[in-house]
């Protein structure tokens, strides 16, 4: 079974542009979401989406938004980009419960915001 | 508040026992799992405990107690490879996200 694949693996991008980063979940999984991790804060939570709809949504601002496909392929967008966004994106499936086995995370985004 | 919270750096030595403890405020989660995260690579799943005691899985076990907002991932036999950042993170009662502590970093030296 293919694993999480996150694409790109590596993006520099300058303050003010923006950026789409997309995830392709393991086949059947119909749960995305997506994590912001930095060294000073850790892995937070952006959003989850199911079934084309978001669910949940952490506490970031509306720059960040996302989107989830038919298919169940997601991608996040950032807008307006600020030094402070470098960081690596990890994209995370799951099965309708993720009890038990919890996510499958992807190796992640490194975006680089110059 | 959903806070959890982990020791930032531990260290050890290959062959040993180690313990990694996680506090969280008792309500709001829905069982917790713990994540191992190497160097540059995504996280991969290790446990998870739902109902309070231990759940022993090879070398890694992890213990929970509801009542105390309390959580342990116990490692034996230790090796090299075991170097690596270890998450904490809750699961919302929804199910619809996880809620990460910041990591403890363990060094296993020979």
């Known amino acids: 079974k293919a694993g999480v694949t996150q694409t790109p693996r590596y993006l520099i991008k300058t303050r003010g542009q923006q950026v789409t980063l997309s995830c392709s979940p393991i086949?059947?999984?119909?749960?995305v979401s997506w994590y912001q991790q930095t060294p000073g804060q850790g892995l937070q939570f952006l959003f989850e989406y199911f079934s084309e709809t978001q669910r949940n949504k952490g506490n970031f601002p509306g720059r960040f938004s996302g989107r989830q496909f038919s298919n169940s392929r997601s991608e996040m967008n950032v807008s307006t980009l600020e030094l402070g966004d470098s960081a690596l994106y990890l994209c995370?499936?799951?099965?309708?419960?993720?009890?038990?086995?919890?996510?499958?995370f992807g190796s992640g985004t490194r975006l680089t915001v110059v | 508040g959903q806070n959890i919270d982990q020791p930032t750096e531990m260290t050890a030595t290959e062959g040993a026992i180690v313990q990694i403890n996680c506090t969280y405020q008792t309500s709001g989660f829905n069982g917790l799992f713990w994540y191992q995260q190497h160097a540059g690579e995504a996280p991969t799943f290790l446990s998870y405990n739902v109902l309070d005691g231990l759940e022993e899985k090879g070398r890694f076990s992890s213990f929970l107690s509801r009542s105390k907002g309390y959580s342990y991932l116990l490692l034996k036999e230790l090796q090299m490879k075991d170097s690596a950042s270890y998450l904490c993170?809750?699961?919302?009662?929804?199910?619809?996200?996880?809620?990460f502590g910041k990591g403890t970093t363990l060094s296993v030296s020979s």
């Open positions: 993170a809750g699961l919302n009662q929804a199910g619809t996200a996880l809620i």
């Open positions: 086949s059947g999984h119909r749960s």
């Open positions: 995370a499936s799951s099965e309708a419960a993720p009890e038990g086995y919890g996510y499958t």
